[in-house]
Each structure stands twice: as C-alpha cells, then as structure tokens.
C-alpha cells in the first residue's frame, strides 16, 4: 500500500503545483500577451482544446484568428487555473520534464536525484496495483519495511526540495512575464 501512497501524494503535488503556478499567473494580472509561453498556452488551452474536439479538428481562420487575438490583443488574463498538462505518460518521469520545460523551471532530475530514478518504476508499481494486474501485498513483499520507510523518507524529502525550488525560482513576478 505504500507505494499506492507515494504515487497518490506525488500526483496531488504536481497537480498542486501547477494549479499553485496558474493562479499566481493569474494574481499578478498581467495580460496574456506579456507572460512566458507555457502561461499563454494556459490562457488559450480552452480555445485550443474546442479545436481539437470540433469536426475534422480543422481550424478555420476565424477560428485562428481569435486564439491569436487572444494571446497578442487581449489585456486581461484569461489563464485557466484548473488546467493540468497532462502529456499521456500517467505521470512518470516525462509528465514531470514537461511540467518543468513547459514553465521553464530547469532540470528535475538534478532536484529529484535518487528520487528521480525511481519514479517511473513508482508509477508502474501502483499502476499494476489500481488496474488488477498485481495485488498490493505482491508489490509489497519486494520492500523490506526499512526500505519502504527509506523510500517514503527520501520522496518527502526530495519532492519538498522541488516546491521549494519552485517557490524560490518563481518568488519574483518577474519569472511569470516574457522579458520585453
């Protein structure tokens, strides 16, 4: 059960975490067309996503053009604070590079480390637990109690040395907006 836990609070933190970058997009109240990219993809995911859902997917002009006008033209903010950008990895290693390059936030492996490495064997594990594949007292016994409570140990203390690297690289308003 352990590793269904780890899984669970490093799914709710990077949830967290973004949801945490996309409100204080929104807090500073700057206009789409004066943030970083990765917020401006937040500001137009809906217009975006309404794209890909229509028939044939294809994009009319008018269509372009309004997500343009709402990027380039538009003074408010219309960032979407519930978006997650979930790249279809189930959160292993890539779902985290992509947070981290989309909002510029450097490399997390050398913030995770150890951690890092063992992250994608994390998912798989639990995912083999929630889908029926593998009961939890089978992913289980491959742990030593000691080595359960080393692994718990080490994500806490890797994944508080992520949001605090966030916290301290987005501190400034300055990190949200696009240098002019």
């Given at each position: 059960m352990g590793i269904v836990l780890l899984y669970a609070a490093y799914e709710h933190l990077l949830h967290s975490l973004v949801r945490g970058l996309l409100e204080a997009a929104?807090?500073?109240?700057?206009?789409?067309?004066r943030l970083?990219?990765?917020?401006?993809?937040?500001?137009?995911?809906?217009q975006l996503?309404?794209?890909?859902?229509?028939?044939?997917?294809?994009?009319?002009?008018n269509t372009a053009r309004e997500v343009v006008r709402t990027l380039d033209e538009s003074r408010g903010c219309t960032v979407d604070v519930n978006w997650f950008?979930?790249?279809?990895?189930?959160?292993?290693?890539?779902?985290?590079?992509?947070?981290?390059?989309?909002?510029?936030?450097?490399?997390p492996a050398s913030i995770l480390r150890e951690a890092w490495d063992r992250l994608d064997t994390i998912v798989d594990e639990r995912n083999a637990i929630a889908h029926g594949r593998?009961?939890?007292?089978?992913?289980?016994?491959?742990?030593?109690?000691?080595?359960?409570?080393?692994?718990v140990?080490?994500?806490?203390?890797?994944?508080?040395?992520?949001?605090?690297?966030?916290?301290?690289?987005?501190?400034?308003?300055?990190?949200?907006?696009?240098?002019?």
């Open positions: 929104v807090a500073i109240r700057s206009g789409n067309r970083k990219t990765g917020f401006r993809v937040a500001a137009v995911v809906n996503q309404s794209i890909s859902d229509s028939r044939g997917g294809r994009v009319r002009p950008p979930d790249d279809g990895t189930h959160m292993k290693r890539t779902q985290v590079s992509s947070f981290f390059d989309l909002f510029d936030l450097g490399d593998r009961r939890a007292d089978e992913v289980g016994r491959q742990y030593t109690r000691q080595d359960l409570l080393c692994l140990d080490l994500w806490e203390q890797r994944w508080l040395e992520v949001a605090a690297v966030i916290e301290q690289r987005t501190y400034d308003r300055s990190f949200f907006r696009s240098p002019r």
